[in-house]
C-alpha cells in the first residue's frame, strides 16, 4: 500500500483544514488507517485512527472533540477533517496503515505515507 497525504497549508487559529491520504493498491479496505503528526523538537503523537469498516474510531486526546477521521473505502481514501485549530497543532501530519485501530494507536503501522504541513498562525 503507497499512501499519499495532501490538503496541508497555513490556516489562522480557530479556522479548518481537511487533510487527504490516498492509498494505492486494492486492499485499502482491510486496513485500519491513522493520522499522526509531528512538531519541529517534538517526538511523533497519535492524532487518530479508524477501523477498515469505519465503524470504530479513535483520537488523541490533545485533538478530541476538534478533529474527526473519516474515510472513504471506494475511493481508497482517508480525511481528518481538522477544526478550531490552533498554534499548537502546527506539524507535519502523516498518514499510515495498521492492522487494526489498537496498532495505530500506540504507532505501530504497516505504512506510512509522506508528510503534509500544517501551520496554525496565532
Known amino acids: 500500500v503507497q499512501l499519499q497525504a495532501s490538503g496541508g497549508g497555513l490556516v489562522q487559529a480557530g479556522g479548518s483544514l481537511r487533510l487527504s491520504c490516498a492509498a494505492s493498491?486494492?486492499?485499502?479496505?482491510?486496513?485500519?488507517m491513522g493520522w499522526f503528526r509531528q512538531a519541529p523538537g517534538k517526538e511523533r503523537e497519535f492524532v487518530a485512527a479508524?477501523?477498515?469498516?469505519?465503524?470504530?474510531?479513535s483520537s488523541g486526546d490533545s485533538v478530541r472533540g476538534r478533529f474527526t477521521i473519516s474515510r472513504d473505502n471506494a475511493k481508497n481514501t482517508v480525511y481528518l477533517q481538522m477544526n478550531s485549530l490552533k498554534p499548537e497543532d502546527t506539524a507535519v501530519y502523516y498518514c499510515?496503515?495498521?492492522?487494526?485501530?489498537?496498532?495505530?494507536?500506540?504507532?505501530?503501522?504497516?505504512?506510512w505515507g509522506q508528510g503534509t504541513l500544517v501551520t496554525v498562525s496565532s
Open positions: 499510515a496503515a495498521g492492522s487494526t485501530v489498537g496498532v495505530l494507536v500506540i504507532g505501530t503501522c504497516d505504512y
Open positions: 493498491g486494492r486492499t485499502f479496505s482491510t486496513y485500519a
Open positions: 479508524i477501523s477498515w469498516s469505519g465503524g470504530t474510531t
